[in-house]
């Protein structure tokens, strides 16, 4: 059963009940919540997911009120974690905002099973496209334009999970957040994709996330191996540009974007190793969206990506 098959009231008695039991990756989610704007972006955003069996979950989450008299004086909401609350609370506008980014937290702090990098992850043909980059990089508008236009299989756009025991990249497909002037690029790109309501003055600008293809949630079981890292970065008005980089940056690089590559300790270097045995590197620079989704059709075909960028 898939969430999009409950109805409004079943939704909302799970939410408020025992918990929403959501399968997405390899994890359980519960989630309770009774504010309208969590079930309304679950609804949305969801609507493809597998429902688990209650009981087992890995990570238990809700998103309340605070308790205290500030809820009332300036309405907002707090994440919670095992009933304890890691961030600071946000305006009650912000609520289904502050879900995406809690359940990638409780990702990103506990997964440790994996070597976990922040880079949006695609596959294609049978192999995975890392591209990791730091906020304002066109990271998150290049991954929503890869999977919504450009047939790619979206991984996740935020958490690359590495399973160290076989260097397979394992799925975590979630709605892709988009910032700023990126919402409106990629709503003219695929009109049909339903977005969450826009969210303007958070913490990371105005936002809103839209639905991944189901294609991806229904595939979120198979694990591809990695075959190319890209480094993006958008740039107004410049000509799409590739430069091939050597593994030790690249692998620097990486450890750097890892949230978690000190804990692993030398199991972490040899995973990373292992992935740039695997891959071939690239820094890439573009301004042209379609340019950048044809560049990239003919790297999933097996033509050289050097040559495709000439």
């Known amino acids: ?61 809700r998103v309340a009120a605070p308790n205290w008299l500030r809820r009332w004086v300036s309405p907002q909401v707090q994440f919670y974690f095992d009933q304890h609350p890691p961030f600071l609370p946000l305006p009650r506008v912000q609520a289904h905002a502050l879900l995406e ?29 890392l591209l990791p980059g730091i906020s304002g990089s066109g990271k ?38 988009l910032k700023n002037a990126s919402i409106g690029v ?19 600008g105005t936002v809103a996330h839209g639905r991944p293809p189901a294609d991806s949630v229904a595939r979120q079981g ?22 091939a980089l050597p593994p030790a940056p690249v692998g620097l690089e990486l450890a750097e974007q890892a949230f978690n590559y000190s804990l692993h300790g030398r199991r972490g270097y040899e995973t990373l190793c292992g992935l740039l045995d695997r891959v071939s590197a690239w820094r890439f620079e573009y301004s042209d969206t379609d340019e950048a989704l044809s560049l990239f059709e003919r790297l999933a075909a097996g033509e050289c990506l050097a040559e495709a960028a000439a």
């Not at 508008?141 to 450009?150: E, I, K």
Request: hydrophobic residues 40%; glycine residues 8%; positive net charge.
């Open 1 to 61: 059963m898939n969430l999009g098959s409950l109805s409004e009231g079943e939704l909302a008695t799970r939410l408020e009940g025992e918990g929403l039991f959501l399968s997405s990756g390899p994890f359980i989610f519960r989630i309770r919540s009774c504010l309208p704007r969590v079930r309304a972006g679950l609804r949305l955003a969801y609507a493809d997911y597998p429902l688990a069996e209650p009981g087992y979950a890995d990570f238990h989450v």
């Open 101 to 129: 980014w809690g359940m990638n937290w409780c990702v990103s702090q506990h997964a440790n099973r994996y070597l976990i990098l922040h880079a949006a992850v695609l596959e294609k043909n049978g192999r995975a496209l």
């Open 140 to 177: 998150s508008t290049l991954c929503a334009a890869l999977c919504y236009r450009g047939g790619w299989r979206l991984l996740s756009d935020e958490l690359t999970l590495i399973r160290p025991w076989d260097c397979l990249i394992q799925p975590l497909p979630r709605p892709v957040s």
């Open 186 to 204: 990629i709503q003219a790109l695929a009109p049909e994709v339903p977005f969450t309501k826009v969210v303007h003055d958070t913490l990371k």
């Open 222 to 243: 198979e694990c591809p191996p990695p075959g190319w890292v890209v480094f993006p970065k958008y740039r107004a008005g410049a000509v799409t540009r590739l430069e």
